[in-house]
């Protein structure tokens, strides 16, 4: 005879097993979305101070430099739009705008400056 014995009987998880065991799960799941999320909040912040400290750096080449143009440059991830126009104020002065932009072309950081 091919299959032993006919009679013997299969141990069956409980309902209650089933619905414990699918509350860890979830609880298991909720967990690891939370630490997910914190984690891209956290690089999206990294991000942002290294995008700020990059729109510094060409504020200050855009102060040292004579010629205020108007001009569009990548640096690392970072796409720099710089923006120079004449101030309303004093014919003297400068606005600067720059904006750092991601490699999706979210918008990062800002700096706005009045410059001599």
């Known amino acids: 005879m091919a299959g032993?014995?006919?009679n013997t009987r299969v141990r069956a998880?409980?309902?209650m097993e089933v619905v414990v065991s699918m509350v860890i799960i979830v609880v298991v799941f909720g967990i690891a979305m939370m630490i997910y999320t914190n984690v891209l909040r956290?690089?999206?912040s990294a991000k942002?101070?290294?995008a700020q400290a990059l729109l510094?750096?060409?504020l200050f080449n855009?102060?040292?430099d004579a010629t205020k143009i108007t001009q569009t440059f990548t640096v690392d991830d970072f796409r720099i739009e710089q923006e120079v126009k004449p101030s309303a104020q004093d014919k003297?002065?400068?606005d600067i705008h720059l904006t750092a932009y991601d490699q999706n072309q979210q918008k990062i950081a800002e700096l706005e400056k009045v410059i001599y």
């Open 56 to 58: 510094r750096e060409a």
């Open 92 to 94: 003297n002065l400068s």
């Open 48 to 50: 942002k101070l290294r």
């Open 13 to 15: 998880s409980t309902i």
């Open 42 to 44: 956290v690089s999206v």
């Open 62 to 64: 855009a102060e040292r």
């Open 4 to 6: 032993g014995k006919l």
